[in-house]
């Protein structure tokens, strides 16, 4: 009778731990299945990093190729500053008057050396390098100051005979051997060009700017 009591016992007991196993192997089954949804795979990590990595190199590629765009459409004017506002410089040359709008990274140089905005004066004579804005503004990405140069001058005497005579502008076109030449007549000039005559012949001299080619009266004789 104890044998077969002990025997029950054996069997409960196997059957009880049989259970118990089979109910801890299924719960770590389904944490190991809640973990596996739960964390990305290793392949959708090395997706997630590809994608990441196109998408900076794009980016990074499309700033390289937007700065060498920029590079191509850089723009050089030299000539004398004429007011200073703020950061806007009127630059003035013999075309027109531009506009300089200069950034806070914009460098401005004189004598190889960088210096602050506050360092450049009205009257002086700059290179001012960077994008067309607008048809008359320019924004500035290096400016160099530069030594004013004195225009190269001649002086030759003229002979001809005055084919054209334009008082508003004060000039007139003398005709000479060396063809024709327009002549500006400065305000202090004793030449009244309402006396003077198509067809008169005038003995001149004159100086002539070699930078701009532009030809003022210094002397006169009319015939």
């Known amino acids: 009778m104890k ?43 090395r997706k997630d990093l590809q994608e990441r ?13 937007e700065e060498k765009i920029k590079e191509k459409l850089l723009l050089g004017y030299t000539g004398i500053i004429a007011d200073i506002k703020g950061s806007v410089l009127s630059l003035e040359n013999k075309d027109n008057l531009l506009q300089i709008s200069l950034e806070e990274d914009t460098a401005i140089v004189k004598n190889g050396q960088e210096i602050e905005l506050s360092s450049l004066a009205i009257d002086d004579q700059i290179i001012a390098i960077g994008y067309q804005a607008d048809e008359n503004i320019l924004t500035g990405r290096r400016i160099v ?70 030809h003022t009266l210094l002397q006169f004789k009319a015939f």
């Open 145 to 214: 100051v530069t030594q004013k140069t004195v225009p190269e001058t001649i002086r030759t005497p003229f002979f001809g005979q005055v084919i054209q005579i334009t008082p508003k502008e004060n000039t007139f076109i003398l005709s000479t051997v060396d063809g024709e030449k327009e002549i500006i007549v400065p305000k202090k000039s004793d030449l009244d060009l309402d006396e003077l005559e198509i067809n008169q012949t005038m003995l001149t001299i004159i100086e002539t700017n070699l930078e701009d080619e532009t």
């Open 53 to 65: 990595i196109k998408n900076v190199n794009l980016n990074q590629a499309e700033a390289e190729v």
């Open 3 to 45: 044998k077969l009591l002990t025997k029950i016992i054996l069997s409960i007991s196997f059957i009880f731990l049989a259970l118990l196993i089979s109910t801890n192997f299924t719960n770590i089954s389904r944490a190991e299945e809640s973990e596996e949804i739960a964390t990305p795979s290793a392949q959708q990590i």
